[in-house]
């Protein structure tokens, strides 16, 4: 049970109806995360507007969707790594790399210096140091990758936190975080 209770969309009213109701218009349905993220519809109007503009970055679909697994994996969020699971698959990402992915690596090398970036501005709360940033050049990430990565970051954070706090019911098909964990661990 959620410790911050999803708002329902059908008795939602103001902005935070207008929000939830351009979702469900949009994707069909009304996941949990964006029910909670509901309760404050600032916060929820921030986040849609964040991942819009995201969306429209040269990061494709499928490699933001990556990024959010490697980060969900970092940061041990079931509930990221069930949704980016789910949507990475709807994005063309095979399964062994979505499996890999959440692990924070990939078999294609871009990718992962795309991965092993973003975990490292997780790690070090973005105190990364002058040879990453050169590392992910070299495998020829551009600066405007480099900042879109740290926009993933922030995204995606606020998310894991949030379903941290919440504890916010999962409602995809489940994928363990702690599988990340536990397979960097072996």
Do not use: W
């Not at 995360?33 to 499928?62: D, E, F, H, M, W």
């Not at 990024?67 to 970092?74: C, F, K, P, T, V």
């Not at 990565?149 to 941290?164: D, K, P, Q």
């Amino acid at each position: 049970m959620s410790r911050i209770e999803p708002i329902d969309p059908q008795k939602a009213s103001g902005q935070a109806k207008e929000l939830l109701d351009a979702v469900q218009s949009e994707l069909g349905a009304t996941p949990n995360l964006i029910r909670t993220l509901a309760q404050a519809p600032s916060v929820l109007n921030g986040y849609l507007a964040l991942s819009k503009a995201l969306s429209a970055g040269a990061l494709s679909n499928a490699l933001r969707e990556q990024i959010a697994l490697a980060i969900a994996g970092e940061n041990n969020c079931d509930y990221c790594a069930s949704a980016h699971t789910l949507i990475g698959r709807s994005a063309g990402v095979n399964e062994d790399e979505l499996s890999a992915n959440l692990q924070g690596e990939s078999n294609d090398a871009r990718t992962q210096a795309l991965l092993t970036f973003a975990k490292s501005v997780v790690a070090k709360r973005g105190f990364v140091s002058d040879r990453e940033l050169a590392d992910a050049r070299t495998a020829g990430i551009s600066d405007g990758e480099i900042v879109e990565v740290v926009g993933e970051v922030a995204r995606n954070i606020l998310t894991n936190y949030l379903n941290h706090v919440a504890q916010t019911e999962i409602d995809f098909p489940f994928v363990s975080a702690g599988e990340a964990e536990a397979a960097a661990a072996a």
